[in-house]
């Protein structure tokens, strides 16, 4: 039986299909996760994607992070279920309070969207463990919130455990402190990030096909799990 990885929609949710794509050519299917559903159809996994989920209105991902579907994803994690946030998807995370930090308004104001590299910093996340430690991916960051900031404590915790999972290089699109690009629990198991790792599986469509190691990354991973 393959691997079922849930993707969550939400109202103003833009990259599900993405999402679901980068899921297929890893070789797992996708399952459609509607955000008003009490049900994660018992998915291995789930990727909570990128977009405007409720228009951003009040704060990105503030309303969403309410969704009766985020009720059953917090408690699958604290389970053992992994959960992958990308852009909007890690702003939910965040206010939902499965990873730390906020996500605010760009440094200077402006939307950004570019390739972007970014380095690998920690390779045993669940999302990460087929990555080498130091390694450097391109994918692209779009977003206008995408500043990671958090309270002294909380990065001097991040950085001392290990938990920033990924950092800007050759530039920092939005003035995240300490150049973070994407951050883990303390399990490993919830990892999210801004950059958009499903724009970039494939080199007809993306800068690179390095995005894919996400989700190649997460199917090594369940499949060395312990039963639970």
């Not at 409720?54 to 503030?62: E, I, P, S, V």
């Not at 206010?95 to 308004?105: K, S, Y």
Request: proline residues 6%.
């Amino acid at each position: 039986m393959s691997t079922r990885i849930g993707v969550i929609t939400f109202p103003g949710t833009l990259d599900d299909v993405d999402a679901s794509r980068a899921v297929r050519y890893a070789g797992a299917e996708p399952v459609a996760l509607w955000h008003g559903d009490h049900d994660l159809r018992g998915v291995d996994a789930v990727v909570v994607p990128g977009g405007f989920s409720y228009g951003d209105y009040l704060r990105a991902g503030a309303i969403a992070s309410l969704a009766p579907i985020m009720r059953e994803v917090v408690e699958g994690a604290a389970k053992g279920l992994p959960v992958l946030g990308i852009c909007n998807g890690f702003q939910i995370l965040c206010e939902a309070g499965l990873l730390p930090g906020a996500l605010t308004r760009n440094e200077k104001l402006h939307f950004v969207c570019r390739d972007q590299k970014l380095r690998v910093e920690n390779a045993d996340t669940a999302w990460t463990s087929g990555f080498v430690p130091g390694e450097e991916i391109l994918v692209p960051v779009k977003n206008a919130e995408g500043r990671f900031v958090a309270a002294p404590d909380t990065l001097k915790a991040l950085e001392a455990e290990g938990r920033v999972v990924f950092r800007y290089v050759g530039g920092n699109p939005n003035g995240s402190v300490a150049d973070i690009a994407g951050v883990a629990s303390e399990s490993g198991r919830v990892v999210g990030l801004m950059p958009h790792p499903e724009h970039a599986i494939d080199l007809l469509t993306g800068p690179s096909e390095q995005g894919l190691g996400l989700f190649t990354s997460v199917l090594g991973t369940l499949a060395g799990a312990p039963a639970a």
